[in-house]
């Protein structure tokens, strides 16, 4: 079964995995800086779930639908 994916689902998949990726990196690079606070003990997580994020952008730009 080849079905063709509109022009415009497929556009906006690619957007949404850019946006996951930068909005990922971002969230890691700005976690990852001196801690200040009570918040410093969970840098950690903080810059763990950035780079979840960041690679389900690239999951999603990488996996083709069928």
Known sequence: MNIDM?????????ILGVALIIMGAF????SAGTPTGDVGYF????VLFGVVVAVAGFLVLLIKRE
């Open 6 to 14: 509109p022009l415009g689902v497929t556009a906006i998949e690619k």
């Open 43 to 46: 840098t950690g997580i903080f």
């Open 27 to 30: 969230f890691a690079y700005s």
